[in-house]
């Protein structure tokens, strides 16, 4: 780079229209222009030497950073799901949590995280919720601002995403929403705005889907509205192989196509400009904001991003393990809750998720944890030798196979690399025989590259007995157990299944083999990739297959009298069940909300044998519980991360407070709710503004657990709420709140509004502002919550902007919608 060229050393702060990034624009041809909007593989954009460009890198999230190889030989910390994340409803936590993920991402030389998601839960049966946050747009912008502050205080660029109304996964890449106005405007877009208005995010992520009969790729409301009128100054990106066309995405206010290096841009775009069907300054200005994003992150020679301060591995698990806990939602509590560690001798753990539990989602969140902490190895590390703490699976959750476990592996497993003659190309070791690959296999040994997979280990399993031996993928497979034939097919995805389904729950074939403790055998599995569909034109190229091999399954019935049985004889019983990575994933919606397998019935089993259950959920979104009514105590775990033993552990001993209330509503029964199903291509929002706790309040249902709603081990007094400043200018809500329980505790003070005589259209109430407050015993303490004018605003159709109705505004004070103490009327002039 030569001296002349003025590259600052700036704040990653750094202005829009600092004028160093236009003279760096100038130095690049149209060619070189043109080939930095287009990435240069998977996760990373092209280098460009005469700006002094290095190769910029991103990354998934949102509840670690995988970084670019997806294995487990990169490993990450889990942090816990975002609606966990939401219902802490605590934005000092999250930002916080927001710097530990800046950390990850540079040591693993990563510069922009894909995430936070902040799509609503428009719906339960949304299959991609546990990344979400939140049914309702003022706490999904509140987690979400402190999420984008964190990550970008250290340096590291935030992106936000999916960029509009991606709020379901059915047919994503197809699907038109259909939204009025006022719901886009006041719902599903005001998370957006608030977040690039208060946390100045550095990307945002335009979404598959359409809105309004255009493509978000190609959609106006990228330019006119995102950049136009909010004054977004970052980089939009398309959701990878999200991009569509030339002209229409070029001339839309779309920056980046990732990944690369196909695309419909490249050589077609520099035709298009060169021809005059899209302005040269079109494509100057979309080079001059990635400038400015690599100025941000420290990718231009000269510039020097911030280098967060590195986590060392026990304050990463002492963080992770709070902030599980934080989220944790006590539902339902009879006082069983906290367990009296010195009442114990035996205690009953139960269930399929008992063991290991289930840390995090699927598809893009995924990342591989250095280690998780199951509800059984937290229980018995905390509870020691003086209690016997005995584990009976119940039920079985899934008709599907496990993948071999690594434990069982000598040696590892090898993995070659083979070309049409049998020639080897590369090969790796690995530990694990669940295997992805996206783009790139191995150094630069590409998909296309590869004619045949092989993968051979020896295997010693723990028990004799009968074992299922199988295969889980796409393509034709050929599996051998001590080099004789047992398997031979070739499996295919559903017609129309998403590619990330044949990711997340590739489909399956085994037999059944009769294996002995402790003989080695030698398992070796072949494999030929084959196309696993796409994003509409585009061929997602990936290679994702599993050796599988586990016991075959006991009868449920068998199951579930030995569960009974082992209740029966504890002091406490504790049954941990939740959904599976087959019903919660990116690439495909749940078509229940009821728990998989005969979960339920193991539920009600165990109650019936012992009246001291704590019931555990552990799910990422909303599930059915028949049962709920006749629990003593039901304690929402969400997706928590890789301490969730160790933070159950915690909260059922009463060592920590269940901190988390609930950021969704947790419906009891299926009817009424929305649809995540487009007919014929068009996915109606007919609820309107009447979404969530919306749609409970206006139509007078009870919910099973209502927005707002956790229980804490010790009582709360809340005073008479008052009210500072004006609608118009914004208003501060005080209350003093008592802890008057034994134990100290923490209170989340909700405030919700409501309109006196309106003349436009209202939902009943709807959340306009929060705050944490903590107290010790007897200690009392004073709650302030902010209201921001815009929280009580209305979007004017027939304006297209946002209107203050004059009149009488109701702020209603409690602690959840369900539980108001207090209420303020304000004026607004």
């Known amino acids: ?37 287009t990435g240069a593989d998977f996760w990373a954009l092209h280098a460009e030497p005469a700006v002094g460009l290095r190769r910029l890198v991103t990354s998934d999230g949102p509840a670690g950073v995988r970084g670019e190889r997806w294995d487990e030989r990169d490993p990450s910390a889990n942090l816990p799901s975002p609606t966990s994340l939401a219902a802490t409803w605590d934005p000092a936590r999250v930002e916080r949590l927001g710097r530990l993920l800046a950390a990850e991402a540079r040591s693993k030389g990563v510069d922009v995280l894909l995430a936070p998601t902040i799509n609503l839960h428009r719906t339960p049966f949304g299959g991609r919720h546990f990344e979400c946050l939140s049914e309702d747009p003022f706490l999904t912008a509140e987690i979400a601002t402190a999420y984008v502050r964190g990550v970008q205080s250290q340096g590291v660029a935030a992106t936000v995403k999916h960029f509009v109304a991606n709020d379901s996964e059915t047919d994503r890449f197809l699907y038109d929403a259909q939204v009025d106005e006022r719901t886009l405007h006041e719902l599903y877009l005001a998370p957006f705005e608030r977040v690039v208005a208060d946390a100045d995010p550095w990307a945002v992520m335009a979404a598959y889907n359409g809105v309004g009969g255009t493509t978000m790729t190609e959609s106006p409301l990228l330019q006119e509205l995102l950049k136009d009128a909010w004054g977004f100054d970052g980089v939009v990106m398309t ?35 060169e021809e005059g069907r899209v302005p040269a300054a ?37 963080e992770l393990r709070s902030a599980a806990a934080a989220g944790f939602v006590l539902a339902a509590n009879d006082g069983i809750l906290p367990l009296e560690r010195e009442q114990l001798t035996r205690l009953a753990l139960v269930g399929p998720d008992a063991v290991s539990g289930r840390t995090l989602g699927g598809g893009s969140a995924t990342v591989f944890p250095p280690y998780t902490v199951g509800p059984l190895e937290g229980l018995r590390r905390v509870l020691g030798e003086d209690v016997e703490v005995t584990w009976s699976q119940g039920v079985s959750s899934t008709d599907r196979v496990a993948a071999l476990d690594p434990s069982w592996l000598q040696q590892g497993a090898v993995v070659r ?41 020896v295997v010693q399993v723990p028990s004799s007995g009968t074992y ?23 499996v295919a995805l559903p017609e129309g299944a998403d590619p990330v389904e044949g990711m997340m729950r590739p489909p399956q074939q085994t037999v059944p083999v009769d294996l002995e403790a402790g003989r080695p055998v030698r398992l ?41 049985e082992a209740a029966a004889a504890a002091d406490v019983a504790v049954v941990v069940v939740g959904t599976t990575a087959e019903v919660e994933s990116e690439g495909f919606d749940r078509t229940t909300l009821a728990l998989p397998g005969r979960q339920d019935e193991l539920v009600r089993r165990v109650l019936a044998a012992n009246p001291r259950t704590v019931v555990v959920v552990n799910s990422g979104a909303p599930v059915l519980l028949p049962w709920a009514d006749e629990a003593p105590a039901v304690l929402l775990t969400w997706f928590p991360g890789q301490e969730f033993g160790n933070a159950l552990s915690d909260v059922l001993l009463g060592m920590r407070e269940p901190g988390g209330r609930l950021p969704v509503t947790w419906p009891r029964s299926e009817e009424g709710l929305p649809s ?30 209502g927005f707002g709603h956790g229980l804490g081990y010790t009582t709360w007094e809340l005073g008479d709420a008052s009210s500072t400043g004006t609608p118009a200018s914004g208003l501060t809500i005080t209350v003093p709140v008592t802890c008057r329980g034994a134990r100290p505790g923490r209170q989340v003070v909700q405030v919700y509004a409501s309109r006196v005589q309106s003349t436009v259209e209202r939902v009943p109430r709807w959340l306009v502002g929060s705050v944490v407050v903590d107290a010790a015993p007897g200690e009392s303490v004073t709650a302030t919550v902010h209201v921001p004018r815009r929280a009580l605003e209305h979007w004017d159709v027939a304006a297209h902007a946002w209107a203050l109705e004059q009149g009488v505004f109701r702020l209603h004070v409690g602690t959840s919608l369900a539980d108001v103490v207090s209420t303020v009327e304000v004026w607004a002039a």
């Open 676 to 705: 995540t199903t487009p007919v014929d291509g068009v996915l109606a929002y007919e609820e309107g503004l009447r979404t969530g706790y919306r749609w409970y309040d206006s139509e007078g249902r009870e919910p099973l657990y």
């Open 468 to 490: 299922l031996l199988g295969v889980a993928g796409v393509g034709p497979f050929e599996l051998a157990l001590d080099d004789a034939a047992v398997l031979t097919a070739t």
């Open 417 to 457: 690399f083979l070309d049409a003659s049998g020639e080897e190309l590369a090969r790796e070791t690995r530990h694990s025989t669940s295997l992805m690959w996206l783009g790139e296999l191995t150094g630069t040994l590409r998909v296309p590259d590869v004619d045949t997979i092989e993968l051979t280990a």
């Open 1 to 37: 780079m030569s001296d002349e060229l003025r590259v600052p050393t700036l704040d990653p702060g750094v202005p829009a229209d600092d004028p160093s990034v236009d003279e760096l624009v100038d130095r690049l041809s149209l060619a070189q222009q043109v080939r930095v909007l």
């Open 282 to 318: 079109a494509v100057r200005e979309k080079v001059r904001r990635l400038l400015l994003l690599a100025l941000r992150v420290g990718a231009l020679e000269g510039s020097y991003p911030r280098v967060p301060e590195p986590w060392p591995a026990d304050r990463v698990a002492g």
């Open 524 to 564: 070796r599995l072949r494999h030929r990739p084959a196309p696993t569909g796409g994003f509409g034109d585009a061929e997602v190229a990936t290679v994702t297959f599993r050796l599988l091999l586990a016991l075959s399954p006991s009868a449920d019935d068998d199951l579930l009298d030995a569960a009974a």
């Open 239 to 273: 959701d990878w192989f999200a991009g569509r066309s030339t002209e229409a995405a070029a001339l839309s206010g779309l920056d980046l196509l990732m990944p690369g290096p196909s695309g419909p841009w490249g050589d077609r775009l520099v035709a298009a400009v």
